[in-house]
């Protein structure tokens, strides 16, 4: 059967190009992803401040929690913290005590601004910050924590007395400072002078990727810092592996966590470790999208191939051949072809992932400089899921035309099949009914929030799916509402009614691409903005704050606390922002879910920030009681006066009550604590902002907020928050969605000008016949323009009317209105992409058949 199906592949490559093209995407969609989720796996980075210690003992950057299933059935499953975890200060000695250790060095370090100027005067005069590598905020670190990594003193001398510092030599040459020179550095205070004593480098002069600076270790603890790692140096002889080992059975403890080689790295880059587990569910999201898409469109590209190959099925089918031989060949073809866009598209998929790099890092979704780890694993696991997809769907497709009898086979093959198996139509029926009854749910009923969701994403799926089963009844009733219309329009428009009306299971095949296209593109892209219209509209009405004080890098706590002191201030908060982890549900099922968190000043609340609150009181917001959103309380199950379990983004435990259930979650946050609380579990120990209202009967606060802000370098005041800055993270979530929508266009344009170009090809003997009938070229040309006018418009019409149900579901439990946000020109280039597919993929096929002379056009091979 191999050589039969190589045979077929050779004479029939032009059948097959749709097919193999829709492969090689595929695969290198599917490599592309694997690469992404290996990377998010072993995310890392070589160490720097730890690359000369030969085990480092950190915080375990996760939480385990215990989750029950549907079936009452218990799993582990963690969720990484995205503040860096403390120690205590006693974890050395535990590992002091253990033998092999030479000594254990403490790390402590504090993010850090530093500020050139001479502090003297307003504005320019008071300096500006510099920006570390990657435009984050450099770390302090204490100078005896230097013998762990491979920094060396390259000029001046050691940062002994208080007042002195070291830096390393890059973020020394932004700043223009050499050793004797004077910065100033800001933690959660006004700036403070240090002189440079001297500058360090990386022994290879690379550029680190964290900025550094280097302090006494006495100055650093008046900086507020934290523990970051013990580094332990080995006595001479000890495998590291094995010390590791030992130093993990001491301490046995699983919220520590003990590193060596490369995973030092990871203890050391904590931007790195978070990003490389966001990595992994974007790769997975997006991987499963598009196997799911692929599906369809090899169902629907493999189906047109076997249907084009009716009289040759028949004929093997007369001579003998057993429907288990033609199954094989066909699967042998599959493979074949499956094998060979496998291998060719892993080559894609390597210059693919590096494209999605770069745009995740601009994003901010990965950092600008993360590696990708390249195995071999990816690329044979695209080859293999290609195969088994390309198999699945050739094997689903030839069913019919392998199982009916040889005499049944002749006369289909010369006659297209008048309409549905009966399995078809009880299939199509109740996948209708099934789609019927989730919409009528979701409006039934007062659905929360991840309900209707949940709902909205199985309704699509179920309408596409009910409309590919049903495709000739679909088609046969767009022919009868688009027939009359054709038929006016002349003798081209008759030829194109007739034509429809003979061949609905061909006009099926052409319309349920273009319905899949336009159904989940529209569902997807106008869900994202209907998202961000209602996380907008809820940021400016929630935000009733005069005025608004902001720092690239954060904001000094003090601020807050000197603007409530001003007489001119009616009220004023700081806002923190993290995230907490906790146990939610979905559909039944327990599931680690990260929500967002913000600290504010309670007695802010309603003056310079309005929640909008459904239920409870905000007023009774405490150290040790919350505020949800709607949303949070609807995947965590709670309300006014339960006890919510928690753990901050640190990994800290907290329980607390809920005092309050608000509306604007998605405009601020799904969770709402007291300030000092949670700003006391971040690591970088400052405000996103600080919110003021003034008191109307006061005047001169913008003159006494600035003197405020020229204190703290880089702060700057506004009038209000920037709705673009506030929204990155979800316009980041939305474009990676955008993303899945440019595959399903990618992959629609496979499949509509495969499927139209392959059943234009098909009538060449038909463009033959009019021709010498009589029927001159143009009018052939106006007969296909009028075909590709009725698979247009129900292509997009039934595609568009799919997408209204489930869009309805989205804009009910995002806003509570059944009125989703639809951009007109979002539409017309949804509604456009796919027209101009269908157009090409009809025209250009049928132009260039007429430039074959009928009488040889006619007389040609099939």
Request: aromatic share 4%; charged share 20%.
């Amino acid at each position: 059967m191999l050589s039969l199906a190589l045979l077929t592949l050779k004479a029939r490559r032009g059948g097959f190009v749709g097919t193999f093209v829709a492969l090689l995407l595929g695969a290198a969609v599917l490599s592309a992803c694997g690469v992404l989720l290996e990377s998010g796996i072993r995310a890392g980075s070589s160490p720097e401040r730890y690359a000369a210690s030969d085990v480092v003992v950190t915080g375990r950057q996760e939480v385990e929690l215990t989750l029950e299933d549907l079936d009452g059935s218990t799993l582990k499953e963690s969720q990484p913290l995205p503040e860096r975890v403390p120690l205590r200060a006693s974890v050395a000695d535990r590992i002091t005590g253990v033998d092999g250790v030479k000594s254990v060095i403490m790390d402590v370090g504090a993010p850090v601004r530093l500020v050139t100027g001479t502090g003297e005067g307003n504005g320019n005069g008071n300096g500006q910050p510099v920006a570390g590598r990657h435009g984050a905020a450099p770390e302090a670190h204490n100078w005896s924590s230097l013998r762990l990594g491979d920094f060396r003193l390259t000029a001046g001398h050691a940062p002994r007395a208080a007042g002195e510092v070291a830096l390393d030599t890059d973020i020394a040459g932004r700043a223009g400072v050499r050793p004797g020179d004077e910065v100033r550095l800001m933690t959660t205070s006004v700036p403070r002078t240090f002189k440079v004593a001297g500058l360090v480098a990386l022994k290879d002069d690379r550029a680190p990727r964290q900025s550094v600076a280097y302090l006494p270790d006495a100055s650093m603890r008046q900086l507020a810092p934290s523990i970051y790692a013990f580094g332990v140096l080995a006595d001479p002889g000890t495998s590291p592996q094995r010390l590791a080992d030992d130093i993990e059975a001491a301490l046995h403890d699983d919220r520590l966590a003990v590193h060596t080689g490369e995973g030092r790295g990871r203890a050391e880059f904590l931007d790195v470790t978070i990003s490389g587990s966001n990595l992994v569910v974007l790769a997975a999201a997006v991987g499963g999208n598009v196997l799911l898409i692929a599906v369809f469109v090899l169902f629907a590209t493999t189906s047109l191939s076997i249907r084009h190959r009716r009289r040759e099925i028949a004929l093997l089918r007369a001579i003998g051949t057993t429907p288990g031989q033609i199954r094989r060949m066909v699967a042998s073809e599959a493979a074949v072809t499956g094998l060979l866009a496998g291998v060719l598209g892993c080559p894609v998929g390597l210059v693919l992932v590096y494209w999605l790099r770069d745009r995740f890092a601009g994003q901010g979704i990965v950092p600008s400089d993360f590696g990708l780890a390249l195995s071999p694993l990816p690329f044979l696991a695209a080859v293999l899921v290609t195969v088994l997809t390309a198999l699945l769907a050739v094997l689903s497709a030839s069913r019919r035309a392998t199982r009916i009898r040889p005499t049944e086979a002749l006369g289909e093959a010369a006659v297209e099949s008048p309409g549905l198996g009966r399995g078809r139509r009880i299939t199509g029926g109740v996948l209708l009914v099934l789609a019927a009854g989730i919409f009528v749910t979701g409006l039934a009923q007062d659905a929360d929030f991840f309900t209707l969701v949940g709902l909205a994403n199985s309704l699509v799926l179920v309408l596409v799916i009910a409309v590919a089963v049903l495709g000739p009844l679909v088609a046969r009733a767009a022919v009868r509402l688009l027939g009359p219309l054709l038929d006016r329009t002349g003798v081209t428009g008759y030829l194109a009614a007739a034509n429809t009306r003979a061949n609905v299971g061909r006009l099926a095949g052409a319309i349920i691409p273009l319905v899949l296209a336009v159904s989940f593109a529209s569902t997807v892209v106008f869900a994202q903005t209907t998202g961000l219209r209602e996380s907008a509209d809820q940021l400016r009405a929630g935000l009733v704050a005069d005025h608004v004080l902001t720092a690239p890098n954060g904001v000094s706590p003090e601020v807050a606390e000197k603007v409530r002191e001003m007489k001119q201030v009616e009220s004023a908060t700081g806002l923190v922002k993290s995230k907490v982890v906790a146990v939610g549900k979905l559909l039944g099922a327990e599931e680690s879910v990260s929500l967002g968190a913000q600290g504010v000043d309670p007695e802010a609340l309603g003056t310079a920030l309005d929640l909008r609150p459904r239920e409870g009181d905000l007023a009774a917001l405490s150290p040790t009681t919350v505020a949800i959103s709607t949303t949070a309380a609807s995947w965590l199950g709670l309300g006014v006066g339960d006890t919510a379990r928690l753990h901050l983004g640190d990994g800290t435990p907290f329980r607390g009550k809920v005092v309050a259930v608000y509306e604007r979650g998605f405009g601020f946050a799904d969770l709402t604590m007291e300030h000092d609380l949670l700003l006391a579990h971040t690591t970088r120990k400052v405000d996103e902002s600080v919110l003021v209202r003034s008191d109307p009967s006061a005047s001169g606060l913008p003159e006494a907020l600035a003197d405020v802000a020229a204190a703290y370098p880089g702060t700057v005041l506004r009038d209000g928050l920037a709705v673009d800055d506030q929204l990155t993270e979800q316009r980041a979530n939305a474009w990676v969605n955008y993303l899945v929508v440019g595959l399903i266009i990618a992959y629609t344009a496979i499949t509509v000008v495969n499927t139209l170009a392959m059943s234009t090809a098909a009538r060449r003997r038909e463009f033959a016949l009019l021709r010498l009938s009589g029927t001159d070229r143009g009018q052939v040309v106006g007969m296909m323009r009028r075909e590709s006018v009725v698979v247009i418009a129900a292509g997009v019409g039934i595609g568009t009317l799919l997408s209204v149900f489930p869009l309805i579901l989205v804009s009910l439990a995002l806003s509570g209105s059944p009125v989703p946000a639809v951009p007109g020109l979002g539409y017309l280039a949804i509604a456009g992409a796919t027209a101009v597919l269908a157009a090409a993929g009809t025209m250009v096929p049928t132009r260039l058949l007429l430039r074959i002379r009928p009488v040889e056009a006619i007389g040609a091979k099939e």
